[in-house]
C-alpha cells in the first residue's frame, strides 16, 4: 500500500501546429496533465485574433438567445487553422439570422395583429347592442386626434386630460378608452398612456361601414392570421435545430475554452510546444495517448528547476475520494511527506462512529447523503461515517436514542461511563504513535534517518513507556532508558556545544511530553461525546413522554430527533476535523505543497456560458 504522494514530472510536448487545439483536447482527457502557465518557461500565445472573433459571435448570438440551438460541449476535433473556425462559426451565425429574422418579423407582424383583433372583440363585446360610441372613431370629425385603447382594469391614466372628451367601457379584461382632442392635445394623450400598459387599438381600413358586420369580418380574419402564424412558429422551432449551428456553437464553445489555456503554450512555424506537470511515469505514456488520436507529436520529461517545486496528488481512488478536503483544508503534501488518505479512511469513520452512536441516526446519514450524492459530492465522507454509527449504535444498543429496543453488543454508555471514556484512548495513542512513525519515515525520506534515530525513534519510547508506566512498573525502566537514549543522541549531533545541546534537547523534550500528553488526554472527548449522545437521546425521550397525547408524542420526538441530528452531526463533524488536525496531522505533516490541479476537457470546464 502506497503511502507517499505521487510525484509529477515536468514535461514538455510537441505536436504539429495545425493540431494544437486537437492535442490540447487529448492532454485533458487524460486526467493527467496540468498546464505550466510560468512566463519564465513559456511565452504568452498571441490569441487576440480568435477573443475578438469569439466576441463578435457573441455579440451577434446575443438578442437570439432563447432560440439558439442546444449543443455539445465537445464537439469533433478541430486540425485548421482556427482563424478559419471562428469565421466559418461567424458566417453560419450570420446566414441563421438573416434565416430567422425574416420569420421573426413577418411571426411578430401578425401576432400584433392577432392582438389587436382580440382586444376590438373584447371592445365590441364591452358595447352589447349599443355602438353609437364607435361614431366617434369612425366618422369623421375634421382634424381631431382620436384613440381607441386597452388598459388594466387597475390602470389610471397618468395625470389629468384637459380639453380631451374620453369615454370609457369596461371588458372582460381590459378597460377601453376612447380618447378624442385637438391635434395639440396628441402630446397630452400620448403621455398619458405612455407607461405601456395600454395598448393602441387601430381600426383595420378592410372593416365594413356597418358596425353589424364587424364581429364576423373580425372573426374571419383572426382564422387567417392564426393559420399564417402556425407555419412561422414551426419554423422558427425547427430552426432551433439547425445542424450548421450546432457545430459552430460547439466550435466557439472550444475555442473559448482553448484560449483559457493559451496563456502556456508556445509556437513557432511548425510545432506547438506544451509545457505542464503530468502525474504519468513515463513520457512514453503521453505519447501513447497522443498517437492513438492521430497526432504525430512526442513528449520529454525536463528537470524542474531548483527554485520550483513539483505539484503533488494524494490517492485519489472512489473509497478516498470523500475524505481528501479534510486533506484539502489542512494543506497539500509535499511529496517528501506520507499521504494521510489511507489511514483516513479508517480513522474518521472510526472517531465520528463512536461519538455519535445511533443506528436510526446513522441510517438518516446514509440516506441524506446518497440522496445529495450528485449536488453535494462533498458530503460523501457521510455515507461510511453513518455506517460507522450505525454500527457503534449495535454496540451500545442505540435505535433514535431508545436503548431498550436491541441489546449491545458491549455495554450502555451511561451505565459503564469509564470503560465509554478510556476505550478512545486507545486508538488515539495508536493514532499518536502512527504519527511518529511517519515522522521516522518522512526522515528517511529527507535523508535525516540519522536525527531521526537519535532523537525522535528515543521520543517514541519515552512515550510508550511512561503509558506503560502506568499499567507496569517496569514501564519506567523503559522509559528512563528512552530518556538517556534521548539525551545522548541530541549531545551527538551536537557535539561542539554540548552545553547548549543539553539545554536545548531538556527544552524541547519537555515541550515534547507536554504536548503529547495534552494529546492523549485529548481523545477523551471522543467518550465524552459518546456519553452526551446517550444523554441527550435520553432528553429528548423524557421530553417527547412530557407531552399529553399520542399524536403531540410522535411530533415533538419527530422534531427534537432532527434537532439532535442536526446539532450532533455538525459538532462531531467538528470535533473529529480537529482530533485528526490537531493530534495526528501535526506530529508528520507540513502541508507545504501545491496541489495537482489536472486540465479539464472542455465539457467539464468551468467557462462561462455561450449565450
Known amino acids: 500500500m502506497r503511502l507517499r504522494t505521487y510525484r509529477t514530472q515536468l514535461f514538455e510536448a510537441f505536436s504539429p501546429r495545425h493540431q494544437t487545439v486537437h492535442a490540447l483536447e487529448v492532454l485533458a482527457g487524460t486526467g493527467a496533465v496540468e498546464l505550466d502557465a510560468n512566463p519564465k518557461v513559456n511565452a504568452s500565445l498571441e490569441v487576440k485574433t480568435i477573443v475578438d472573433a469569439i466576441q463578435e459571435f457573441d455579440r451577434l448570438a446575443a438578442p437570439y438567445r432563447q432560440y439558439l440551438?442546444?449543443?455539445?460541449?465537445?464537439?469533433?476535433?478541430?486540425?485548421?487553422?482556427?482563424?478559419?473556425?471562428?469565421?466559418?462559426?461567424?458566417?453560419?451565425?450570420?446566414?441563421?439570422?438573416?434565416?430567422?429574422?425574416?420569420?421573426?418579423?413577418?411571426?411578430?407582424?401578425?401576432?400584433?395583429?392577432?392582438?389587436?383583433?382580440?382586444?376590438?372583440?373584447?371592445?365590441?363585446?364591452?358595447?352589447?347592442?349599443?355602438?353609437?360610441?364607435?361614431?366617434?372613431?369612425?366618422?369623421?370629425?375634421?382634424?381631431?386626434?382620436?384613440?381607441?385603447?386597452?388598459?388594466?382594469?387597475?390602470?389610471?391614466?397618468?395625470?389629468?386630460?384637459?380639453?380631451?372628451?374620453?369615454?370609457?367601457?369596461?371588458?372582460?379584461?381590459?378597460?377601453?378608452?376612447?380618447?378624442?382632442?385637438?391635434?395639440?392635445?396628441?402630446?397630452?394623450?400620448?403621455?398619458?398612456?405612455?407607461?405601456?400598459?395600454?395598448?393602441?387599438?387601430?381600426?383595420?381600413?378592410?372593416?365594413?361601414?356597418?358596425?353589424?358586420?364587424?364581429?364576423?369580418?373580425?372573426?374571419?380574419?383572426?382564422?387567417?392570421?392564426?393559420?399564417?402564424?402556425?407555419?412561422?412558429?414551426?419554423?422558427?422551432?425547427?430552426?432551433?435545430?439547425?445542424?450548421?449551428?450546432?457545430?459552430?456553437?460547439?466550435?466557439?464553445?472550444?475555442?473559448?475554452?482553448?484560449?483559457?489555456?493559451?496563456?502556456?503554450?508556445?509556437?513557432?512555424?511548425?510545432?506547438?510546444?506544451?509545457?505542464?506537470?503530468?502525474?504519468?511515469?513515463?513520457?512514453?505514456?503521453?505519447?501513447?495517448?497522443?498517437?492513438?488520436?492521430?497526432?504525430?507529436?512526442?513528449?520529454?520529461?525536463?528537470?524542474?528547476?531548483?527554485?520550483?517545486?513539483?505539484?503533488?496528488?494524494?490517492?485519489?481512488?472512489?473509497?478516498?475520494?470523500?475524505?481528501?478536503?479534510?486533506?484539502?483544508l489542512y494543506g497539500t503534501p509535499e511529496e517528501d511527506e506520507v499521504d494521510p488518505s489511507v489511514v483516513l479512511v479508517f480513522v474518521v469513520p472510526l472517531l465520528f462512529g463512536y461519538m455519535f452512536p445511533d443506528?436510526?441516526?446513522?441510517?438518516?446519514?446514509?440516506?441524506?447523503?446518497?440522496?445529495?450524492?450528485?449536488?453535494?459530492?462533498?458530503?460523501?465522507?457521510?455515507?461510511?461515517?453513518?455506517?460507522?454509527?450505525?454500527?457503534?449504535?449495535?454496540?451500545?444498543?442505540?435505535?433514535?436514542?431508545?436503548?431498550n429496543l436491541i441489546r449491545p453488543l458491549w455495554l450502555k454508555p451511561l451505565e459503564h461511563p469509564m470503560a465509554v471514556l478510556i476505550a478512545p484512548m486507545v486508538l488515539g495513542v495508536g493514532l499518536i504513535f502512527l504519527g511518529l512513525v511517519f515522522s521516522?519515515?518522512?526522515?528517511?525520506?529527507?535523508?535525516?534517518?540519522?536525527?531521526?534515530?537519535?532523537?525522535?525513534?528515543?521520543?517514541?519510547?519515552?512515550?510508550?513507556?511512561?503509558?506503560?508506566?502506568?499499567?507496569?512498573?517496569?514501564?519506567?525502566?523503559?522509559?528512563g532508558a528512552a530518556l538517556a537514549w534521548y539525551v545522548a543522541g541530541s549531545l551527538i549531533l551536537d557535539r561542539r556545544q554540548p552545553l547548549r545541546a543539553l539545554g536545548r534537547s531538556i527544552g524541547r523534550l519537555l515541550e515534547s511530553v507536554f504536548q503529547l500528553t495534552i494529546n492523549t488526554i485529548s481523545f477523551l472527548r471522543v467518550g465524552a461525546f459518546a456519553l452526551a449522545h446517550a444523554a441527550l437521546s435520553s432528553a429528548a425521550l423524557l421530553i417527547a413522554g412530557a407531552t399529553s397525547s399520542r399524536v403531540s408524542y410522535w411530533i415533538v420526538l419527530i422534531l427534537v430527533q432532527a434537532l439532535v441530528v442536526t446539532l450532533e452531526t455538525l459538532v462531531v463533524f467538528v470535533q473529529t476535523t480537529r482530533l485528526v488536525f490537531f493530534e495526528f496531522f501535526i506530529r508528520f505533516l507540513r502541508a507545504e505543497g501545491r496541489v495537482f490541479k489536472p486540465l479539464l476537457p472542455p465539457h467539464k470546464h468551468d467557462q462561462t456560458p455561450s449565450p
Open 69 to 328: 440551438p442546444a449543443h455539445e460541449r465537445r464537439p469533433q476535433a478541430l486540425e485548421e487553422k482556427l482563424d478559419q473556425v471562428s469565421q466559418r462559426a461567424i458566417d453560419t451565425l450570420r446566414r441563421w439570422i438573416a434565416e430567422i429574422e425574416s420569420s421573426l418579423a413577418r411571426l411578430r407582424e401578425l401576432e400584433a395583429e392577432r392582438d389587436s383583433l382580440r382586444l376590438l372583440q373584447e371592445y365590441l363585446g364591452s358595447l352589447g347592442e349599443a355602438h353609437e360610441d364607435l361614431s366617434l372613431l369612425t366618422h369623421e370629425q375634421g382634424m381631431l386626434y382620436k384613440g381607441l385603447y386597452a388598459c388594466p382594469h387597475e390602470q389610471p391614466l397618468e395625470g389629468e386630460l384637459k380639453h380631451v372628451f374620453k369615454e370609457v367601457k369596461t371588458g372582460l379584461r381590459h378597460r377601453f378608452l376612447i380618447l378624442v382632442g385637438l391635434p395639440e392635445s396628441a402630446p397630452e394623450i400620448e403621455s398619458a398612456v405612455r407607461d405601456g400598459t395600454c395598448y393602441r387599438i387601430d381600426l383595420p381600413e378592410w372593416l365594413a361601414p356597418k358596425i353589424e358586420d364587424w364581429p364576423s369580418q373580425i372573426d374571419s380574419r383572426l382564422e387567417v392570421v392564426q393559420h399564417d402564424i402556425a407555419p412561422l412558429q414551426e419554423t422558427v422551432e425547427s430552426m432551433k435545430h439547425d445542424q450548421p449551428l450546432r457545430e459552430s456553437l460547439g466550435d466557439v464553445d472550444l475555442l473559448r475554452w482553448y484560449t483559457q489555456q493559451a496563456a502556456a503554450l508556445t509556437m513557432d512555424e511548425k510545432y506547438c510546444y506544451i509545457t505542464g506537470w503530468t502525474s504519468y511515469s513515463e513520457p512514453a505514456q503521453l505519447e501513447a495517448e497522443l498517437r492513438q488520436a492521430g497526432i504525430d507529436g512526442f513528449v520529454r520529461f525536463l528537470n524542474v528547476p531548483s527554485a520550483r517545486s513539483a505539484p503533488t496528488r494524494t490517492l485519489d481512488t472512489w473509497w478516498a475520494r470523500p475524505f481528501q478536503s479534510l486533506i484539502s
Open 440 to 479: 521516522g519515515i518522512e526522515s528517511r525520506w529527507r535523508g535525516m534517518r540519522w536525527h531521526w534515530v537519535l532523537v525522535d525513534a528515543a521520543l517514541i519510547m519515552l512515550y510508550l513507556g511512561g503509558l506503560a508506566t502506568l499499567f507496569h512498573p517496569y514501564g519506567r525502566y523503559a522509559a
Open 359 to 403: 443506528v436510526g441516526h446513522g441510517l438518516l446519514l446514509v440516506v441524506l447523503s446518497a440522496a445529495l450524492y450528485r449536488r453535494w459530492p462533498e458530503g460523501r465522507f457521510l455515507i461510511p461515517c453513518g455506517v460507522s454509527a450505525m454500527l457503534f449504535g449495535l454496540v451500545f444498543g442505540d435505535v433514535f436514542g431508545f436503548d
